[in-house]
Every structure is written in structure tokens, then in C-alpha cells.
């Protein structure tokens, strides 16, 4: 069965340093999307992604963070320099239609120190 | 102000039970969905419903989107059933999570 993957698992920052978080969607599916959850607290919209270009992004997704689809297979997170608050999971998820079921990865856990 | 809501956050069940999750939101939305976090972390869709009654296995998620409200239903509770519970509300391009059901099946 298709899934959804996620690298790294683990990743430790230090503080001001640049992350980029990978993910590799299910291959037929055109919306991509990017959560994620602070330890104790409820998952949290990133941003959506549809044809090259972000679709739509919540109040989180500030100018420290970026999306990309490089190479048609993988969709990248990027965080330009990282502060303590980002430590949390985040997931990637991918689906065929918009608003539609969504398929989640395992989630990459970042800690930033 | 939480566009999504759920109810219980925390609930305990003896194996066996039936199990109930209410799920109200505020936005307008087409669908709604139910997820399940495992304890490991790891986020898997049970369900996604627009209208009526859906059921896989022991789980039924019901909907009624006039009242803006859908619950999900575990039958024969198992301790393999706990988790978190989580009901979603797209609009738009983007989700409303609500904070989770935490559910302990006992043996």
C-alpha cells in the first residue's frame, strides 16, 4: 500500500540554525500539506500546497518558513532559523482532491536546542 | 476560540464497552474527519464523511452537518483501541484539529 514517508525521524538543531524537513508524498496525489504538533498540544495547520505554489497558510507560517516540491517527488519544509518554540512533530500529508482524505507520514520530531 | 470542539478530552473504558466521541465545529465545512494518533505518535485517517454514516470494522462515525456535529463510535472496546482520537474540520485549503480524545481501554 502507498504511504506517505518522512526523513529525518529525529532531528536536533541548535538555535538559529536552518532546518529542512523531507517528505515524500503518495505519487499520485496533487495537494500536499505540512502540520505540526507541540508536545501536549493539538495538531496545528502549516500550510497547503497545490500545483507548484502554496494554497493557503495559517498565522504560524511566517517568513522563517518555506515550502518547496524540488523535483516532483519530494516536499520539503524548511525552517531558515530556528528558534526553541519550533521543537514539536511535524507531519506531512498528501491528498488526491482538496479538503479530501489526507494520507499522513510518520512525522520528523524536531528538537532545537 | 476553537472552531473545533470535542468531548471527552480524556476518556476511560473497560474492554468491551461502546465507546462514544463528540466532535461540534463552527466553520462551514463539506466533510469532516476522524484520525487516530497512536501512542507512538504516528497519525492514521479513519474516516472522512460528508453526510449520514460511514463504518469500518467496530468504528462508526456519524455526521449531521445541519447540526454541526458527528460523533465517532468504537463497538467492543479493545485495549489495541487506545489513543488519541482526533476530529478535523477542513475549509478551504486548510484543517481545524480539535485537542484530541485520549482514550485508555482496559482489560
Known amino acids: 500500500e502507498p504511504e506517505v514517508t518522512q526523513t529525518p525521524s529525529h532531528q536536533v538543531t541548535q538555535m538559529g540554525q536552518e532546518v529542512i524537513l523531507r517528505c515524500v508524498p503518495i505519487s499520485n496525489h496533487l495537494y500536499f500539506y505540512w502540520y505540526r504538533q507541540i508536545l501536549g498540544q493539538k495538531v496545528e495547520f502549516l500550510v497547503s500546497?497545490?500545483?507548484?505554489?502554496?494554497?493557503?497558510k495559517s498565522e504560524i507560517f511566517d517568513d522563517q518558513f518555506s515550502v518547496e516540491r524540488p523535483d516532483g517527488s519530494n516536499f520539503t519544509l524548511k525552517i531558515r532559523s530556528t528558534k526553541l518554540e519550533d521543537s514539536a512533530m511535524y507531519f506531512c500529508?498528501?491528498?488526491?482532491?482538496?479538503?479530501?482524505?489526507?494520507?499522513f507520514g510518520p512525522g520528523t520530531r524536531l528538537t532545537v536546542t | 476560540k476553537n472552531e473545533v470542539e470535542q468531548s471527552p478530552q480524556n476518556l476511560t473504558a473497560q474492554e468491551g464497552e461502546f465507546i462514544t466521541i463528540n466532535c461540534s465545529y463552527s466553520v462551514g465545512i463539506s466533510a469532516l474527519h476522524w484520525l487516530q494518533q497512536h501512542p507512538g505518535g504516528g497519525i492514521v485517517s479513519l474516516f472522512m464523511?460528508?453526510?449520514g454514516k460511514k463504518k469500518h470494522g467496530r468504528l462508526i462515525a456519524t455526521i449531521n452537518i445541519q447540526e454541526k456535529h458527528s460523533s465517532l463510535h468504537i463497538t467492543a472496546s479493545h485495549p489495541r483501541d487506545s489513543a488519541v482520537y482526533i476530529c478535523?474540520?477542513?475549509?478551504?485549503?486548510?484543517?481545524?484539529f480539535g485537542t484530541g480524545t485520549s482514550l485508555t481501554v482496559i482489560p
Open positions: 464523511l460528508s453526510s
Open positions: 500546497f497545490y500545483n507548484n505554489e502554496i494554497s493557503e
Open positions: 500529508a498528501s491528498g488526491f482532491n482538496r479538503g479530501y482524505e489526507q494520507y
Open positions: 478535523a474540520a477542513p475549509t478551504g485549503n486548510q484543517f481545524y
